[in-house]
C-alpha cells in the first residue's frame, strides 16, 4: 500500500539512452555487458522481496476470470482465453506448492453475470481439472465486474477473521456492465480487508486501477504472454498481512495411519470421492483418517467433511515455513579471487563472473546462478547450513 | 580419458546418446558419529564399499556420472570430482583408468578432509547442508547440459548418525527442492533410524534401508540402491515403511493428533494458550474462535 504507484506514462519520463547501457569491451565485444544486464535483471526480483514483515499465511483467493467475448482476442496465441487457461494451470501447480493450507475459488464473468465454477478448496488436481474443462466456455457478452466481486465478497465475508482474503481478477475486456454503482462494492470489499489484485490483457482501466489501489492490491496490464506469466506468478508470494487481519489458535488435526503391528487394515470407503459421479469411492485400505471422527480421506490437506477438522500433515506446514524464515540474503561483491570455485555448485570462477555473492552469515561465496537457486528455490544457504555454527540462522535482521 | 568429470565442455560427445544418470553419493564420515567412535576400522569398510559401489554405478553406462561428497559437522566436501584438476592416472593391472582415478581421488580427498578435522568431535553431522550443496550442483549439472540430453539425479545418503530435529527446517527445504526437481533421495542407515529422513525420502520417492547388518554394506547398496528408480518397481526390495507425518508441538515436543496452530508463524501447540510463544502473537479468546469455526461448518 505504501508504495505509491509512480507510474507515469512512457512518454513522460525523461529521455532515455538505452542504447549507451551497452558498451563494448576493450575488445570491441558486447558480451560483457549483455552479461551483465541479464545479471541485474536475474537479481531485481529477489530484491524487492522485503523481510520481517507479517504476512498472511491462509490465503482465501478467488480468481475471477473474464469470459467475454473480448477474451476471443487473437493477441495472445491462440487466444486470450486459452493462453490464460493455460498459466492458470501452472499457477495452481505453483500456488499450492508454495502455499500447501490456502484455498482457490473460480468465478467467471460472462453476459453480464458471474458464474462460481469452484468453491473455495485446496486441491491443485480438482483445479487444473475444471480448468481444462473450460476451455469449452462459450465466451459472449460483457463481463460485470461487480458482480464478479459481490459473488466472491459473499463468500469470503464468511471466512474466520484470520483468513487472509483475496481477489484476483484477469480482465480482457475493456469496459464493465454492472447493475448499481461498482464504488460501493469498492468500499465493502476495503471495510472487509480483501485484498484485489488485477491483471489487464488490454490497457489500462481506470475503474481496475481505483479498484486495486483503494483495496491494496497491484494492478497491471501484461506486455506479451511471459510478462503476463511473471505478473500472474507474483501472487504467490503470501502478501503482507491486511490491516484488520486478527491472529488466532487454529484447531488442526494431523491424521495418520491406522495400522496395528501385524494386522492388515480394513477395507473402507474414502469420504472425498464418496458422492462424485465420475470417479466413484472405491474400497481401500490405507488413507488418513481424522483423529476426531475417524472419517478416511485419500488426500491432505483437507477439511473434514464431518466434522469439519482441518487436516493436514506436518510438511505441509513445513511447506509455507520458507516464507517465514527465509535464507539469509547474499551480498553482491567485486570478483578478486576470494575464493577459486563457488561453494554450492563447484564451478570455478573464471573472469566472466565480475560478481560473486557473498553470505554475511557464514562468509562463503557464490556464484549467480546458486544464488538464485538458494533464494528462489532452496530457500537454504549450503553455506550456513553445513556449518554448525550458523546452520539454525535464516534471515539477519 | 576421463568423460565423467563437468559435462559442460563433454557436451558434445554425448549428444548421440540422450539419456544418463548421476548419483551423488553424501558420505558422512563424520569421526564424531558413534558408530566410528566405536569401531574406527568401520570407516575402511564403508568407504572400500562406496568405492565399489561407485565403480559399479560408472559401469553400467559410460554415459553414467558421479560425484561423491564427505560430510562431518563442520563441514562438507566435494571428494569427487575434487576441486582442480583431476589426478594423473595410468593404467594398472589392466584396470579402468577412470575406476583408479575415483579410487585415488576419493581416498586422496578424504584423507584431506579427515586431516583438517579438529580434535573436538561433534557428534552431529549437518546432512542437510550436505544435501543442499548436492543439490546446488545437480541444478548446475541441469542447468548446462545440452537440451536434448537427459539426466536423472539422485542423492545417495550413507550416514551412521542419528537425525536431529535442529535441523528440521533444512531438511524439509531440501526435501521440498529435490521433490521439485525430481531428484530421488535415497538413505542407506547403518546404525540409527532416521525419521526425518525416511519422511524425505517418501516425499522424494527414493528408498529407505536401515541395515540390518553393516557386513553387508556393498550387498544392500548393490542391490537396493544401484538399480534406477524406474527399474526399481520391477524388482522385490524392502517394502515401503508407513511413514508418520504427525506433528510434534512446539511446547513440548510431543507427537499430537489434534493440535492448534498459530495463523501467524504456524507454530503447533497441543493447548490453546493465549500468546504464541514464537512470535508472540496474542490471540483471540477461544469462544469466539469457536464461534466462527461454528459459522464456517454451517455453510
Keep these: ?397 | 580419458m576421463n568423460n565423467l568429470e563437468l559435462p559442460t565442455e563433454k557436451t558434445a560427445e554425448f549428444s548421440s546418446v540422450d539419456e544418463s544418470s548421476l548419483v551423488v553419493i553424501i558420505f558422512d564420515s563424520n569421526p564424531g558419529q558413534k558408530l566410528l567412535r566405536e569401531n574406527p576400522h568401520l570407516l575402511t569398510h564403508c568407504l572400500d564399499s562406496i568405492i565399489s559401489f561407485s565403480n559399479s554405478h560408472l559401469m553400467q553406462k559410460s554415459q553414467n556420472k558421479l560425484a561423491v561428497m564427505a560430510c562431518h559437522s563442520r563441514k562438507s566436501d566435494f571428494i569427487y570430482p575434487g576441486p582442480g584438476k583431476p589426478l594423473d592416472i595410468r593404467q594398472v593391472d589392466g584396470q579402468y583408468e577412470t575406476f583408479t582415478l575415483v579410487e585415488k581421488t576419493i581416498k586422496q580427498n578424504l584423507a584431506k578432509h579427515l586431516a583438517g578435522e579438529s580434535a573436538m568431535l561433534n557428534t552431529e553431522s549437518l546432512l542437510a547442508g550436505a544435501i543442499a550443496m548436492a543439490l546446488c550442483y545437480i541444478s548446475r549439472l541441469q542447468r548446462t547440459k545440452s537440451p536434448a540430453f537427459t539426466l536423472n539425479s539422485r542423492i545417495l545418503v550413507v550416514t551412521g548418525s542419528s537425525d536431529s530435529a535442529s535441523q528440521y527446517m533444512n531438511y524439509m527445504n531440501v526435501f521440498f527442492t529435490a521433490q521439485k526437481q525430481n531428484v530421488v533421495i535415497d538413505v542407506c542407515a547403518l546404525d540409527q533410524h532416521l525419521s526425518l529422513l525416511q519422511q524425505g525420502c517418501d516425499i522424494t520417492g527414493g528408498l529407505y534401508l536401515r541395515l540390518p547388518q553393516l557386513q553387508g554394506l556393498l550387498q544392500y547398496l548393490l542391490w537396493v540402491f544401484l538399480p534406477e528408480p524406474p527399474i526399481r518397481q520391477k524388482l522385490v526390495l524392502p517394502p515401503p515403511v508407513k511413514v508418520d507425518y504427525r506433528a510434534a508441538c512446539f511446547c513440548h515436543r510431543e507427537m499430537i493428533d489434534i493440535g492448534y496452530v498459530c495463523s501467524v508463524c504456524l507454530s503447533i501447540f497441543c493447548k490453546f494458550s493465549p500468546i504464541c510463544t514464537t512470535c508472540h502473537t496474542v490471540f483471540k479468546i477461544p469462544a469466539l474462535a469457536v464461534k466462527s469455526k461454528k459459522k464456517k461448518i454451517k455453510l
Design chain 1, 1 to 397: 500500500m505504501d508504495e505509491e504507484d509512480p507510474k507515469e506514462y512512457r512518454w513522460e519520463t525523461g529521455y532515455e539512452k538505452t542504447w549507451e547501457a551497452i558498451k563494448e569491451d576493450d575488445d570491441g565485444f558486447l558480451e560483457a555487458s549483455i552479461a551483465d544486464i541479464i545479471q541485474r535483471a536475474k537479481r531485481k526480483r529477489q530484491n524487492k522481496k522485503e523481510y520481517g514483515t507479517k504476512l498472511g499465511m491462509m490465503r482465501h483467493l478467488y480468481v475471477v476470470l473474464d469470459c467475454s467475448e473480448s477474451m476471443s482476442s487473437q493477441d495472445l496465441k491462440p487466444t486470450r482465453f486459452m493462453c490464460t487457461l493455460k498459466l492458470l494451470e501452472g499457477f495452481m501447480d505453483e500456488f499450492f506448492d508454495q502455499n500447501p493450507i490456502s484455498q482457490i475459488g473460480v468465478i467467471i464473468m460472462h453476459n453480464k453475470r458471474a458464474e462460481k465454477i469452484l468453491d473455495l478448496a485446496g486441491n491443485a488436481r480438482k483445479h487444473i481439472k475444471l480448468l481444462k474443462s473450460l476451455n469449452k466456455t462459450s465466451l459472449v457478452g460483457e463481463p460485470s465486474l461487480q458482480n464478479g466481486l459481490e459473488m466472491a465478497l459473499r463468500s469470503l465475508k464468511l471466512l474466520p477473521t484470520h483468513a487472509s482474503r483475496e481477489i484476483l481478477i484477469i480482465m480482457g475486456s475493456l469496459t464493465t456492465c454492472d447493475p448499481s454503482d461498482i464504488n460501493t462494492t469498492i468500499e465493502s470489499l476495503k471495510t472487509d480487508g480483501v485484498r484485489c489484485s488485477v491483471i489487464g490483457l488490454a490497457a489500462e482501466v481506470h475503474i481496475c486501477k481505483v479498484l486495486a489501489d483503494k483495496t491494496g492490491g497491484v494492478y497491471n496490464i501484461i506486455l506479451d504472454d511471459s510478462h503476463f506469466k511473471d505478473l500472474l506468478y507474483q501472487q504467490i508470494d503470501p502478501p503482507p498481512a491486511a490491516l484488520g487481519l486478527e491472529s488466532s489458535l487454529i484447531k488442526m488435526g494431523f491424521p495418520h495411519q491406522m495400522s496395528v503391528e501385524g494386522t492388515e487394515e480394513p477395507l473402507t470407503m474414502c469420504m472425498c470421492h464418496v458422492d462424485s459421479a465420475d470417479e466413484a469411492s472405491k474400497l481401500t485400505t490405507g488413507g488418513y483418517y481424522c483423529p476426531q471422527c475417524y472419517s478416511k480421506y485419500c488426500e491432505l490437506p483437507v477439511e473434514c467433511r464431518a466434522c469439519g477438522l482441518t487436516l493436514v500433515s506436518a510438511p505441509h506446514l513445513a511447506r509455507s515455513y520458507h516464507h517465514l524464515f527465509p535464507a539469509a540474503s547474499y551480498q553482491e561483491v567485486v570478483y578478486e579471487k576470494q575464493s577459486e570455485i563457488c561453494f554450492g555448485c563447484q564451478k570455478q570462477f573464471n573472469e566472466v563472473d565480475k560478481q560473486i555473492f557473498e553470505c554475511l552469515n557464514c562468509g562463503n561465496y557464490f556464484c549467480i546462478d546458486c544464488d538464485i537457486f538458494v533464494h528462489d528455490t532452496l530457500h537454504t544457504c549450503p553455506g550456513c547450513a553445513t556449518n554448525p555454527s550458523t546452520f539454525q540462522i535464516t534471515q539477519t535482521g
